[in-house]
């Protein structure tokens, strides 16, 4: 995997939007029309979803790195590493629908991509074996970034996820005879145990949702 280039790519993204501020222009606006379920400090919101949007794009090479380790310590590489390629490509050559977005603005979509690929992706494992492929939930982080990014774009870019995902994985994925030995590893306390050494980055990203009235925190 190539993680330091994602992180370059960051990195140089991050000094863009140092010179132009397109990212905090945009989250600007955005405060104006924000969903009520999102929930930002009273003192400085536009600073907390430009730390949210910072951390949730910085988290992807975090996600990549530590889900290709457990993979090779498990010996599960094989079902992970096409997942996790997938989702370096969105960073490294974006779909064209991405075209003429740039700087952290940019990256955010495409941090949705890859944080829904995951998220889809988990899903399915659980339907049919009953436990996620990457133990990483980051479904109330990318219900405000799909806000922030906003509608119809959001629904193109979850669109977009869907295909990828119907054509990496189906039905007979799960059919096969090995189905019944890998969930063995998925589930084997080598593999648990090499999960709870990585932090649950969602938890420090800062901005809360309130569903029906109850705090859910990122």
Same mark, same amino acid.
């Given at each position: 995997?190539?993680?330091?280039?994602?992180?370059?790519?960051?990195?140089?993204?991050?000094?863009?939007?140092?010179?132009?501020?397109?990212?905090?222009?945009?989250?600007?606006?955005?405060?104006?029309?924000?969903?009520?379920?999102?929930?930002?400090?009273?003192?400085? !919101? *536009?600073?907390? %979803?430009?730390?949210? @949007?910072?951390?949730? #794009?910085?988290?992807?090479?975090?996600?990549?790195?530590? +889900?290709?380790?457990?993979?090779?310590?498990?010996?599960?590489?094989?079902?992970?590493?096409?997942?996790?390629?997938?989702?370096?490509?969105?960073?490294?050559?974006?779909?064209?629908?991405?075209?003429?977005?740039?700087?952290?603005?940019?990256?955010?979509?495409?941090?949705?991509?890859?944080?829904?690929?995951?998220?889809?992706?988990?899903?399915?494992?659980?339907?049919?074996?009953?436990? !996620? *492929?990457?133990? %990483?939930?980051?479904? @109330?982080?990318?219900? #405000?970034?799909?806000?922030?990014?906003?509608?119809?774009? +959001?629904?193109?870019?979850?669109?977009?996820?869907?295909?990828?995902?119907?054509?990496?994985?189906?039905?007979?994925?799960?059919?096969?005879?090995?189905?019944?030995?890998?969930?063995?590893?998925?589930?084997?306390?080598?593999?648990?145990?090499?999960?709870?050494?990585?932090?649950?980055?969602?938890?420090?990203?800062?901005?809360?949702?309130?569903?029906?009235?109850?705090?859910?925190?990122?």
């Amino acid at each position: 995997m190539n993680t330091p280039a994602l992180r370059e790519l960051i990195k140089k993204a991050q000094q863009h939007e140092a010179k132009s501020g397109q990212l905090a222009a945009h989250l600007q606006t955005q405060i104006k029309h924000i969903h009520p379920s999102i929930r930002l400090p009273e003192a400085n !919101p *536009l600073a907390a %979803l430009i730390g949210f @949007v910072t951390a949730y #794009i910085e988290e992807v090479p975090q996600v990549i790195d530590a +889900a290709t380790e457990v993979a090779r310590e498990a010996g599960i590489e094989d079902r992970i590493k096409p997942v996790l390629k997938v989702a370096e490509q969105y960073f490294l050559q974006p779909p064209a629908l991405m075209s003429g977005h740039e700087g952290l603005d940019g990256l955010l979509d495409e941090a949705y991509l890859a944080h829904r690929l995951v998220e889809e992706v988990n899903d399915l494992y659980i339907t049919h074996l009953g436990q !996620p *492929l990457i133990p %990483l939930d980051t479904t @109330v982080a990318n219900l #405000i970034a799909h806000q922030l990014i906003g509608e119809p774009f +959001a629904n193109q870019l979850d669109e977009a996820v869907h295909r990828t995902v119907v054509g990496m994985l189906n039905e007979d994925s799960f059919r096969q005879d090995s189905v019944v030995a890998y969930r063995e590893r998925l589930s084997a306390p080598n593999t648990e145990a090499a999960w709870q050494r990585w932090p649950c980055f969602s938890e420090q990203l800062g901005v809360e949702l309130v569903l029906d009235g109850q705090r859910v925190s990122q």
